[in-house]
């Protein structure tokens, strides 16, 4: 069954590059001040990849599909600078989930690799080409002894995808590598986040940043979104209780077809925070164990069946990492970070909202739909709370 409440789904807003509607194009009201492209590439280095895996409809047949799934590929200082590790940590909120090479993050300090994010069955064939790659692209610049971690994370999308064809391949972890860029970015069913879905409607990927100001001096935080995770009922923006207001619209819409075993509320949620404040390690953990309170504005509530993992890196003190020398590095005062965890929630509620507003509808496996949220419909509900102003 089709509906019209779709096709003016664009109607109501400019619209960014690549033809996308973000939340602020709808009015959506968000604490703080963005960089340049509201995204996590405005922290200076960054760079951001895809390969978005879409082919085929109707009844899955393993191996063939339908396949809706793909690769992010996230380089903190990009491809160019090859082997430059930066300070990280990382945080699960709940387990359900894999993000490789984290405890050798959390027992060095470093993450000295791309962070690339893909499908729960895809996460071998990812890790095994990013090996590759440095050894075809001298990652390691000339060392003839190396070893390395590639931090590879994932969310299920078996409810649309194929996911058990295992369709993808080295060239895709390729495609999704070459495609890395600074600047502004895709959102919505892209890369890692093609098959996936959020809050009961469709997700996927998502990206926003935000600019403070700690005394004369100027930071950036920004993070991406893997977003799969959570229950309709539990869908809040801009502190309505969106869920509960459209719980009845196009109530069909969420009951699966019988051969999905998918339950209310499963899923997962990756989410990569980029930022050019010197933070030390263990100040990273810090900030990432406040990412979790971003996800439950908008209704995150940490289920059994969804793996909510994240990590956050810094690309400042770039010449922290030294083999064989000491190394100075400058250090930002814990008094001082408030302001940093705060702008964590906002910029990762946001990036969350982005990732649902950018997302179509999709239709997958055996006819499995999840319906892109109804913009207008969004904007009424905001304006019944006064939200959005008239």
């Not at 590439?41 to 895996?53: L, M, N, P, Q, R």
């Not at 899955?60 to 940590?89: D, E, H, L, M």
């Not at 369709?167 to 890692?192: M, P, S």
């Not at 502190?239 to 509960?244: A, L, N």
């Amino acid at each position: 069954m089709k509906t019209n409440l779709f096709i003016l789904v664009f109607t109501l807003a400019s619209l960014s590059s690549y033809g996308q509607t973000r939340a602020r194009d709808l009015g959506i009201p968000f604490k703080g001040e963005t960089g340049e492209f509201n995204a996590i590439t405005d922290v200076k280095g960054v760079e951001v990849g895809y390969s978005t895996i879409i082919s085929g409809e109707g009844e899955n047949i393993v191996g063939k599909g339908p396949v809706r799934t793909g690769v992010t590929a996230i380089f903190p200082r990009g491809k160019a600078k090859k082997f430059s590790p930066v300070y990280a940590n990382w945080y699960s909120l709940n387990g359900n989930g894999e993000m490789t090479g984290t405890t050798w993050i959390t027992e060095s300090g470093f993450l000295e690799t791309p962070i690339m994010i893909t499908n729960t069955n895809s996460v071998g064939v990812v890790r095994d080409a990013v090996l590759k790659y440095y050894v075809d692209n001298d990652w390691y610049k000339g060392e003839d002894w190396w070893y390395t971690y590639p931090v590879v994370a994932e969310t299920y999308d078996g409810f649309l995808n194929d996911i058990y064809g295992f369709h993808v391949k080295e060239e895709h972890v390729l495609e999704a590598i070459n495609d890395a860029k600074t600047g502004k970015i895709k959102e919505g069913n892209v890369g890692g986040g093609t098959g996936m879905m959020c809050l009961g409607y469709k997700g996927g990927t998502g990206t926003s940043s935000r600019v403070i100001k700690v005394g004369p001096k100027e930071y950036t935080i920004g993070v991406l979104v893997q977003s799969n995770f959570g229950a309709k009922k539990n869908l809040t923006i801009a502190g309505v209780p969106v869920g509960v207001e459209l719980k009845d619209t196009l109530n069909y819409v969420y009951k699966a077809p019988p051969k999905s075993r998918r339950q209310e509320g499963d899923g997962s949620i990756i989410i990569v925070l980029a930022t050019d404040i010197p933070l030390l390690p263990h100040q990273l953990k810090r900030v990432a164990q406040r990412i979790p309170l971003g996800v439950g504005l908008v209704g995150g509530r940490g289920s059994n069946g969804s793996g909510d993992i994240f990590i956050a890196f810094s690309t400042a003190n770039e010449e922290a990492f030294n083999r064989d020398d000491f190394a100075t590095v400058e250090t930002y005062p814990n008094d001082q970070l408030f302001p940093v965890f705060d702008a964590t929630v906002n910029v990762v509620e946001e990036a969350i909202i982005n990732a649902m507003i950018a997302a179509e509808t999709m239709e997958g496996i055996n006819n499995n739909k999840a319906y892109g949220i109804p913009h207008d419909l969004l904007v009424e509900t905001l304006k019944k709370y006064n939200r959005i102003k008239e």
